[in-house]
């Protein structure tokens, strides 16, 4: 399995999970209907993972390197986190935010295929590389959930008060603490595998420092939570502008002339 299968993978897991979201909130709803999109979710997320471990197997390294490779995983880890929300917390409107992101990135994928191999530089060849790059993935995909959230409850408050309920705010919470949880583990990972790279735990590469302002910036949030929990306006615009931080990090430092020659960037 190479990119080249993709476009197949691709157009059958968003048509699994367009269905999926037509059946779970298209009237009248019954269990028939939630079983249907319960298939759906499941189907599309066993066609990414087996696409995922074949690319891996046919690579013969992790799919972890370029921008193409991350989307992959994030669409794999969305509807994953959608399912664990409506299971643990009950938030079953949740379930649309993150199937329809997850089938952006796999339409962003499709509309700029990858059909080339690029082997791994000697510093990505460590044990450390899978479980930076996956945590950082998983922490990404569950703030960038809490964040989405966050931009849903301003437009309910600056134009829909009567719809907004504080109680929601909870959501966002547990996003952010897992999130924010993965997010920490992914920063001590890097610093033990950039320690046994270049010697060094922290070296203000480019990459380096805006990992830091996104952690920094859910850590406001965090702490406007628990400091102030009564305050909503402050916390929401600042879950919202951690997003934009992250996706600096994530892949808008390509594009930042003073990190043209860091080791972090992903290929493209």
């Given at each position: 399995m190479t990119w080249l299968n993709f476009p197949a993978i691709a157009i059958g897991t968003i048509v699994l999970?367009?269905?999926?979201?037509?059946?779970?909130?298209?009237?009248?709803?019954?269990?028939?209907?939630?079983?249907?999109?319960?298939?759906?979710?499941?189907?599309?997320?066993?066609?990414?993972?087996?696409?995922?471990?074949?690319?891996?197997?046919?690579?013969?390294?992790?799919?972890?390197?370029?921008?193409?490779?991350?989307?992959?995983?994030?669409?794999?880890?969305?509807?994953?986190?959608?399912?664990?929300?409506?299971w643990r917390w009950k938030y079953k409107w949740f379930m649309a935010y993150s199937l329809s992101l997850a089938i952006l990135f796999l339409v962003i994928n499709y509309l700029n295929p990858e059909t080339y191999d690029q082997a791994l530089m000697p510093a990505l060849?460590?044990?450390?590389?899978?479980?930076?790059?996956?945590?950082?993935?998983?922490?990404?995909a569950m703030l960038a959930a809490s964040s989405m959230f966050a931009i849903k409850e301003l437009y309910l408050l600056y134009f829909q008060p009567s719809k907004f309920e504080i109680k929601t705010l909870y959501l966002g919470d547990n996003l952010v603490y897992i999130g924010f949880s993965f997010l920490t583990l992914g920063l001590l990972f890097g610093a033990l595998w950039a320690k046994e790279a270049w010697g060094h735990y922290w070296t203000w590469d480019p990459k380096e420092t805006w990992a830091l302002l996104t952690w920094i910036g859910y850590l406001i949030y965090?702490?406007?939570?628990?400091?102030?929990?009564?305050?909503?306006?402050?916390?929401?615009?600042?879950?919202?502008?951690?997003?934009?931080?992250?996706?600096?990090?994530?892949?808008?430092?390509?594009?930042?002339?003073?990190?043209?020659?860091?080791?972090?960037?992903?290929?493209?």
């Open positions: 999970w367009a269905i999926a979201i037509l059946f779970y909130y298209l009237p009248p709803v019954n269990k028939t209907k939630q079983m249907i999109a319960n298939a759906c979710v499941i189907l599309g997320l066993l066609a990414v993972s087996y696409f995922i471990l074949t690319l891996w197997i046919h690579l013969e390294r992790p799919p972890l390197r370029t921008l193409g490779e991350t989307r992959l995983w994030y669409a794999f880890f969305l509807p994953l986190i959608g399912i664990i929300t409506v060849q460590s044990p450390w590389f899978v479980p930076h790059v996956i945590v950082y993935i998983f922490s990404y965090v702490h406007f939570r628990y400091f102030q929990p009564k305050k909503v306006k402050s916390p929401l615009w600042t879950l919202s502008l951690a997003f934009v931080v992250l996706l600096i990090c994530w892949f808008g430092l390509n594009y930042l002339p003073s990190a043209q020659n860091s080791v972090h960037v992903y290929s493209k």
